[in-house]
């Protein structure tokens, strides 16, 4: 059985940091392709950062604040994000790349 559980949402002022994780389950993830993607009040998903055989990839408005990782040998995926901004408030969720989705973990920058 697939699973993906994010974890390290809260809640932060702006110009905070926060590091996401999410613990993967159920599939060969070495091979996987894994995205970060949010979805804020009232808005649709939005993706915001990708990982895959090696490369990274990145939304432009989290491009030089956020930063993915992965660790091959614990199934695990992180989302360090730093300088967060109001607008960074969203559920993040784990997703990998043939569209299975975590569960979602809630951040809030806000003062």
């Known amino acids: 059985e697939m699973q993906l559980v994010e974890s390290g949402g809260g809640l932060v002022q702006p110009g905070g940091s926060l590091r996401l994780s999410c613990a993967a389950s159920g599939f060969i993830f070495e091979t996987a392709v894994m995205n970060w993607v949010r979805q804020a009040p009232g808005k649709g998903p939005e993706w915001i950062s990708g990982?895959?055989?090696?490369?990274?990839f990145y939304r432009d408005s989290v491009k030089g604040r956020f930063t993915i990782s992965r660790d091959n040998s614990k199934n695990t995926v992180d989302l360090q994000m730093n300088s967060l901004k109001p607008e960074d408030t969203a559920v993040y969720y784990c997703?990998?790349?043939?569209?299975?989705w975590g569960q979602g973990t809630q951040v809030t920058v806000s003062s």
């Open positions: 997703v990998q790349g043939a569209g299975f």
């Open positions: 990982s895959a055989l090696g490369r990274t």
